[in-house]
């Protein structure tokens, strides 16, 4: 169900939705013999940014089209507030594919209003719509400007733009960072946040993983076509233990570290040595040992980074080079 509320500034443009889950139960595709979805389950909450993460040729695209019944599913289905999605939900919803549709030849005011007026918007109203994001995007010099003569970093503001004319419910967006600077960037997560605020459902994936930690409540992440991983950020960061940074005022080995309960594994850069471990309950037991083997200038604890998380969970981490007990 949807209430229409009378808000200003960003809101003003439509809804704010009080539902709005998108479901993906058991998806299954496969191209000629190659499985490309392999039971692929996870669900999308209104209200959250979404990260959708996986190396290139793991399913996230052909996962993306399938939302908007642009590519065929061997099984499983799609389900957006408890039901199987149709034709009517589908024009509440709103994409921004990888490969850029716009048209090149038109100016970028022309383009939205005509994306506008094939969703149902008059001409006034599609103008309206696009004068507000050219606005908020940094684009108003550039509305009268052919695509074909706009930056990338532009061009990829108006797409995103065409994905949010008709005001949707739900926002698809495949590497909506790509060709952005920093400054366009910070624009771009911060009308992400804005949607999300207002209820939204928005999915993204994007391979600049440090962006995705920054700005993403949660994330889903696949491999080979299957879920691997998923949960919020900070449950995910922190579920395989933590990382300890002791740096040595003098030169030492790495003897000391052998027995240790709740090191899980380390590696080192000149001085300073980092070790995985289990839980921060380990962290005082590890620093008194290493204070015992030889001055050490400090010590920091961290949670993982989201980039270590992704390559454990597709079976890469390069982060654990040496081992005690068991390397991740």
Partial sequence: MKRRVV?????????????GTLSLRSLERSFGTTPVLR??????????????????????????RAIFGLTRLDGGEVLFNGHRVDRQDRLSFGY????????????????????????????AEADRRASYWFDRLGLVDHSNKKI??????????????????????LLVLD???????????????????????????????????????????????????????????????????????????????????????GVVGFNRTGESVHIRLVSKDEANGVVSAAMAAARISEFRLDRLKLSQVFLKAVGSDPHISGTVGVAL
């Fill in 175 to 261: 590497e909506p960072f790509s060709g952005l600077d920093p400054v366009a960037t910070a624009s771009m997560a911060e009308v992400m946040r804005e949607l999300v605020t207002q209820g939204r459902t928005l999915l993204f994936s994007s391979h600049q993983l440090d962006l995705v930690e920054s700005i993403c409540d949660s994330v889903a992440i696949i491999n080979d076509g299957r879920l691997v991983a998923q949960g919020s950020v900070f449950e995910l960061t922190v579920a395989d233990g933590l990382d300890l940074t002791i740096t040595f005022s003098e030169p030492t080995d790495d003897t000391w570290l052998d027995g240790l309960a």
């Fill in 7 to 19: 808000l200003t500034g960003i809101l003003e443009l439509g809804e704010v939705f009080v539902d």
């Fill in 148 to 169: 074909e003569a706009l930056s990338l970093g532009n061009q990829q503001r108006v797409q995103l733009v065409a994905a949010l004319i008709h005001d949707p419910q």
């Fill in 39 to 64: 039971d692929l389950s996870f669900d999308v909450p209104p209200g959250l940014i979404f990260g959708f993460l996986g190396p290139n040729g793991s399913g996230k695209t052909t996962t993306m």
């Fill in 96 to 123: 921004m594919p990888e490969e850029r549709g716009l048209y090149r030849k038109m100016t970028a005011s022309a383009q939205l209003r005509y994306l506008g007026q094939l969703h149902g918007l008059t001409a």
